[in-house]
């Protein structure tokens, strides 16, 4: 049984995301309709007009996403800040076609090709906490954007940061991962921390470890200027899994740009 002490400050030096529980992040997320995320995708490319052959999964974490893109037939690259995810994805791969992963951090983001589509999806880019790196990695992302490609995303809004989305709990005796995760929103520095407490299972063996993620919340006029500034135009953003406008209570949003193409 998992053992909750509420209240714990972790210090930021110990504060650890997508290690250990990368080897149980795929029992961990076994609900998530990523199939439905990659439609959502297309669906968003089909009002463009376009059609990618290239696509970077940026953020891709074990690769589920990435995999689907693969069995779709686009020529998928996924690129994770965690050698431990990225392990986990290199692992599945092979199954509808190579994709080829890299251990990178987005703001460096160096793969020597461009890409006709980007995505990053699951909130991923609320992990980077600071906006001047957050600034770098979207720069990154626009020098690796073909021209006239799409770079599509989404955000946890700070309305679901600063109400406890996160607040979640799984003790079913029957289904490991169990979790307790327990968040804190600092509205001064718009950043979230969720301690999670996970119970796993290592063959007949149950261990217990913790892991501290941290976002920020960017607002969406925040986020249009740093898009802007990243030399992409931005073309619409969307209530998540939609193609409504963003809400006041609109948890997930979902942005898409494109990198112009330069007259000759």
């Known amino acids: 049984m998992i053992h909750w002490a509420g209240g714990t400050d972790i210090p930021l030096m110990e504060i650890q995301q997508f290690t250990e529980i990368a080897r149980h992040y795929d029992a961990l997320m076994a609900g998530v309709p990523y199939r439905y995320w990659v439609e959502y995708i297309e669906d968003i490319l089909k009002r463009l007009d376009n059609r990618p052959s290239a696509v970077l999964d940026a953020a891709c974490g074990t690769g589920n996403v990435s995999e689907i893109l693969a069995e779709y037939g686009y020529d998928v690259t996924g690129v994770d800040i965690s050698p431990e995810m990225v392990e986990v994805a290199r692992s599945k791969t092979g199954e509808y076609g190579p994709v080829d992963y890299h251990v990178q951090d987005i703001a460096v983001l160096e793969l020597g090709k461009s890409f006709d589509l980007i995505i990053s999806l699951f909130d991923s880019l609320n992990y980077i906490t600071e906006p001047n790196h957050l600034q ?129």
């Not at 941290?214 to 500034?229: F, H, N, P, S, T």
């Not at 931005?234 to 949003?253: C, E, G, I, Q």
Request: aromatic letters at 14%; proline letters at 3%; hydrophobic letters at 45%.
């Open 136 to 264: 770098k990695a979207l720069a990154r992302i626009a020098a690796h954007l073909a021209p006239g490609g799409v770079f599509i995303f989404d955000v946890n809004t700070e309305y679901a940061l600063a109400h406890g989305f996160f607040n979640q709990a799984n003790l079913d005796s029957r289904n490991y991962p169990k979790y307790i995760w327990s968040s804190s929103y600092d509205r001064n520095s718009r950043i979230c921390t969720v301690t999670m407490v996970f119970e796993v299972l290592d063959g007949a063996v149950t261990r217990q470890f913790t892991e501290v993620h941290r976002q920020r919340a960017y607002g969406v006029e925040e986020l249009e200027e740093m898009i802007a500034d990243a030399g992409l135009q931005l073309v619409d953003m969307f209530h998540a899994y939609t193609f409504s406008k963003p809400r006041r209570r609109s948890d997930r949003v979902f942005f898409v740009a494109r990198k112009p193409v330069l007259e000759a």
